[in-house]
């Protein structure tokens, strides 16, 4: 019998973490920035598929930006 496909355990296989990222919330007229990031790419992107970096909130996006971009490049040393 020839498999096509076979289910396996999905942490296994779709445990791919995203890029960080910056996402923002409009609370009492002050948009605030945060840096996130999916914890399984292969789902789709909501509250409960994200890993917030620590508690970490500003009003300025640049430095949300630089933050998630300073991120990556350390996940990019890490993996090599």
Known sequence: MNVLWQWSNSEEVNSMKGAWKV?????????????????????VDHS???????????????????????LNQSEKKKTG
């Open 23 to 43: 996402t923002s919330n409009l609370i009492d007229d002050i948009k605030l920035y945060q840096v996130y990031r999916q914890l399984d790419t292969s789902e």
């Open 48 to 70: 409960g598929n994200r890993e917030y970096y620590k508690n970490y909130i500003t009003q300025d996006r640049e430095v949300a930006e630089i933050l998630a971009d300073e």
